[in-house]
């Protein structure tokens, strides 16, 4: 969760600040005072001001979201029905609706239309909120389990063959899922390359693969 620390002569002082900040209303925010900051205000040699540690409160961004995506359903002519959950570091929204193909669109196309539209909207002015994943009939998890094997399938590949391997053009996220399955997958080391909206994951044999293959 993203926190700012501020410190005021009043605690009234430092909530106003936190909320001009945060730009939220008062409802949204949540805080704690700075213990290290409490220590010392009984000692007359320091000033006796108020620090506190803010954040936006994370249901408070959950609600803002589901109303944005129901409204944004309707325009689009469908009826949803939009589920927040609320973790530690992310928002997961979960929609189910009768228009649920049309809503993920060709390869997720318009899912990440409205997952970047709802990210700008949650952020909008600068504020600092929560991570925001939307996902629709468990489209995105899917498509993770999905890529995921074909990631470990093709590295099985290249390390059985001994030869970099290029998959197909691939946006950034769907990248970023292959390269992180791999992160840790030994015999095989991955990097992206080619000009955006062709870019690719290579898969390639990592040193220890080949010098094996050369003491043989």
Known sequence: MNKIRLTAATMDEAIALALEQLRIPREALQYRVDRSE??????????REMTIVAWIRPDFVADQVRDFLQ???RLMGFTAEVRAQV???RISV?????????????NGA???AIQYLV??????????VPQILVDIENYRERKI???ERIARRTAQKVIAEKREVQLPPMSASDRKIIHTALKDFTGVKTYSQGPEGERCVII???????????EI
């Open 145 to 147: 389990s999905r890529l």
């Open 71 to 73: 409204k944004l359903t």
């Open 119 to 128: 990210t700008r909207m949650a952020s909008r002015g600068g504020r600092a």
């Open 38 to 47: 409490e220590e010392y205000l009984l000692d007359d040699r320091r000033p």
């Open 94 to 106: 979960q929609m189910a609706s009768p228009g649920s193909s049309v809503l993920i669109g060709k």
């Open 204 to 214: 390639t044999p990592s040193e220890s693969t080949l010098e094996g293959d050369q």
């Open 110 to 112: 318009t899912l990440e």
């Open 87 to 89: 973790g530690e570091e």
